[in-house]
């Protein structure tokens, strides 16, 4: 986590003068607008955060999808302490569930702080699978733009390269329901899981018992008829 210290401080010197989207020419190699996003399992442990830091330009789309697929230790509780933080250090979200997606409109251009929390669970740890990522939907008018200064493309080209921005954006939002979806049967297959071995060593106790009480039945019943030789009879 050290490691997110100097990206987060590099990042702040870049973007602490300008609350705005920097204008075409004034970008550089460090500043780009396009769609970004992650997608990855992480363990949280007993009562403690993990924190990610991810940058995002102003006027983007901000989500944030996670889901709890497992606990491990003495712990049941599978919901979970979620904050996003904006760069000037508002909180623009928070969510405390198992099961959550976070959306909002990104105002401030720099890092947004992303925080998992497990503090109320102090035995067990937790297995998430997170989602995140920006997107801007309006980088195709920025390109077209660009374009049309350059005298490059014509009207046919453009508005073919606009239907295929907007199904692109579709295609996207379409992806996000599915890779939701995989992350529900990722923690019905753990719990599956879970039961079957619950199951198994329950079934293996019983066994073990029952072998046990029929053992001791025998041994009990030969007892009750075992005569001592030395002993003289009537």
């Known amino acids: 986590m050290l490691a997110f210290i100097p990206l987060t401080l590099l990042g702040c010197q870049c973007v602490w003068a300008r609350k705005s989207e920097p204008s075409l020419s004034e970008a550089g190699p460090g500043l780009f607008r396009g769609s970004d996003r992650y997608d990855f399992a992480i363990e949280v442990p007993p009562s403690g955060s993990e924190c990610f830091w991810h940058f995002a330009h102003q006027s983007g789309s901000f989500y944030l999808t996670y889901l709890v697929q497992w606990v491990t230790g003495m712990a049941n509780d599978h919901r979970l302490f979620v904050t996003i933080t904006s760069p000037d250090g508002s909180l623009m979200a928070s969510k405390h569930d198992a099961i959550g997606q976070i959306n909002f409109q990104t105002e401030v251009t720099g890092f947004y702080q992303m925080c998992l929390g497990n503090h109320n669970k102090k035995f067990g740890g937790v ?52 890779n939701f979806a995989r992350m529900r049967k990722g923690k019905d297959h753990y719990l599956l899981l879970s039961n079957l071995n619950y199951v198994s060593w329950w079934s293996a106790a019983q066994s073990v018992a029952i072998l046990l009480s029929g053992y001791f039945q025998v041994f009990f019943l030969k007892r009750l008829f075992f005569t001592d030789s030395t002993r003289p009879r009537c």
């Open 127 to 178: 297995r998430v699978f997170l989602n995140f990522g920006v997107l801007y939907e309006g980088f195709e008018e920025v390109n077209r733009e660009l374009e049309e200064e350059e005298k490059v493309l014509n009207t046919t080209l453009a508005s073919i390269k606009e239907s295929t921005g907007r199904l692109q954006v579709q295609i996207f939002h379409m992806w996000r329901h599915y």
